[in-house]
């Protein structure tokens, strides 16, 4: 069974920093394509980035709002994804979800977790 | 790259069909068929319902089902049942080598 569940969020300071995990099972996680999607509270989904296996490439690709901010990488070793985001923003306060990539959809998702931006 | 448009709200009665537009342009929608729909109910993940158009996953009912014409794809959920009543959302591939939601619509099961 699939398994993506991400850890990390929390309550952090306009400018401030916060690393999240993304710990994955069930699959073979090195030959996965990996994304981060987040959901603003009462709002809409919203794709972050994107993180090729590294057989792949291993490249990334981010929206704009958080290009130059947010920076995914992956520990095949550890079966792990990270999402690194600097210069918090209050607009960056959203559940964020972990996600696969298959067939240029995202197939399988984590719970979620949140993090909130705010002084 | 803006948000796909998708209608906020559709409504429909049990056993009826209903249909869920997604609204893109040529560097997303119309140029790839790389589009997924996702279901997603107050308090959970989103689960993915189709993607590269119109194929289910494994598990996911036959009732509904999804196309696409131009710009333009559609989410049709058949046989409308009370656990449908959901938020559903469209997402696209685009040509930045991005992705790209749709606003998200809102099911109501009346």
């Known amino acids: 069974e699939v398994q993506l569940v991400e850890s990390g969020g929390g309550l952090v300071k306009p400018g401030g920093s916060l690393r999240l995990s993304c710990a994955a099972s069930?699959?073979?996680?090195?030959?996965?394509?990996m994304s981060w999607v987040r959901q603003a509270p009462g709002k809409g989904l919203e794709w972050v980035g994107r993180?090729?296996?590294?057989?792949?490439?291993?490249?990334?690709d981010y929206a704009a709002p958080v290009k130059g901010r947010f920076t995914i990488s992956r520990d095949d070793s550890k079966n792990t994804l990270y999402l690194q985001m600097n210069s918090l923003k209050t607009e960056d306060t959203a559940v964020y979800y972990c996600?696969?990539?298959?067939?240029?959809?995202?197939?399988?998702w984590g719970q979620g977790t949140l993090v909130t931006v705010s002084s | 790259q803006s948000a796909l448009t998708q209608p906020a709200s559709v409504s429909g009665s049990p056993g009826q069909s209903i249909t869920i537009s997604c609204t893109g342009t040529?560097?997303?929608?119309?140029?790839?068929?790389?589009v997924s729909w996702y279901q997603q109910h107050p308090g959970k993940a989103p689960k993915l319902m189709i993607y590269?158009?119109?194929n289910r996953p494994s598990g996911v009912s036959n009732r509904f089902s999804g196309s696409k014409s131009g710009n333009t794809a559609s989410l049709t959920i058949s046989g409308l049942q009370a656990e449908d009543e959901a938020d559903y959302y469209c997402?696209?591939?685009?040509?930045?080598?991005?992705?790209?939601f749709g606003g998200g619509t809102k099911l109501t099961v009346l």
């Open positions: 996600t696969t990539v298959k067939s240029g959809s995202f197939n399988y």
């Open positions: 997402s696209s591939y685009t040509s930045s080598s991005t992705w790209v």
């Open positions: 993180i090729k296996s590294k057989t792949d490439g291993g490249t990334t």
């Open positions: 069930g699959f073979t996680f090195s030959n996965a394509w």
């Open positions: 040529s560097s997303d929608v119309g140029g790839y068929n790389y």
């Open positions: 590269e158009v119109s």
